[in-house]
């Protein structure tokens, strides 16, 4: 059973630019989520993706999007950076929505991005 | 702004010993989640606690929930090097998504 695998691992940007990040769901999983963790912080959920569709949406501004594909596959996107942007970024898979089932979030490493 | 916050933000103990960190939160909850992040690395889940649950282990995990006072604690028995991480307690409510504290760095000494 192959986990969950970020790419890439670490990204440094310039404010103003704008960023992809991709995430493989863990097999069978079907859900995906996307936090943010500034250092020294508990992670902030952005959002969760479930059939392809944005199923929910933390305190993010809409510059920060995302795209689950058929094969559960994920994206982040993130425009116009900022330098508080600068964070590690985890995408977390399950197999149901939290809402329907107590399912636990399996993460990946993430990708830590860094904004100049 | 955060749901959960742990308490100590930080401890330190000798192996062999037990760690004993909390967890407060605000909002009622469907079920509470411990996680363990080794430095610089994802989150690894260690045990879930339905609400309508009052204690639950997990080998040498020990957590327990009191809704009546918004709070959770865990207990790591006889501690070991490898457990030298941050945890972090997270509440899942009905908005689809898990709210984390800021952690608890737990750091055992040899």
């Known amino acids: 059973e192959t986990g969950v695998t970020q790419s890439p691992t670490h990204l440094i940007k310039t404010r103003g630019q704008q960023v992809t990040l991709r995430c493989s769901s863990q097999?069978?999983?079907?859900?995906v989520s996307w936090y943010q963790q500034a250092l020294g912080q508990g992670p902030q959920f952005i959002f969760q993706?479930?059939?392809?569709?944005?199923?929910g949406r933390g305190n993010f501004p809409p510059r920060f999007s995302g795209l689950q594909f058929p094969n559960y596959s994920s994206e982040l996107n993130v425009n116009a950076l900022e330098l508080d942007d600068s964070a590690l970024y985890l995408c977390?898979?399950?197999?149901?929505?939290?809402?329907?089932?107590?399912?636990?979030?399996?993460f990946g490493n993430g990708t830590r991005l860094t904004v100049t | 702004s955060q749901q959960g916050e742990e308490d100590p933000q930080a401890l330190s103990i000798q192996e062999g010993e037990n760690a004993t960190m909390n967890c407060s939160y605000k909002?009622?909850?469907?079920?509470l989640q411990w996680y363990r992040q080794n430095s610089g690395r994802g989150l690894v889940h260690l045990i879930l606690?339905?609400?309508?649950?009052r204690e639950k282990h997990s080998g040498r995990l020990r957590v327990t929930l009191d809704t009546s006072k918004k709070s959770s604690s865990l207990l790591i028995t006889a501690s070991r090097a490898a457990d030298t991480a941050s945890y972090f307690c997270?509440?899942?409510?009905?908005?689809?998504?898990?709210?984390f504290g800021a952690g608890t760095t737990v750091t055992v000494r040899a």
């Open positions: 977390a898979s399950s197999v149901k929505l939290i809402k329907i089932d107590d399912s636990p979030l399996h």
């Open positions: 606690i339905r609400s309508n649950e």
């Open positions: 097999s069978g999983h079907n859900t």
């Open positions: 993706y479930y059939r392809e569709e944005e199923n």
């Open positions: 909002t009622s909850i469907n079920n």
């Open positions: 997270a509440t899942a409510s009905d908005d689809y998504k898990l709210s």
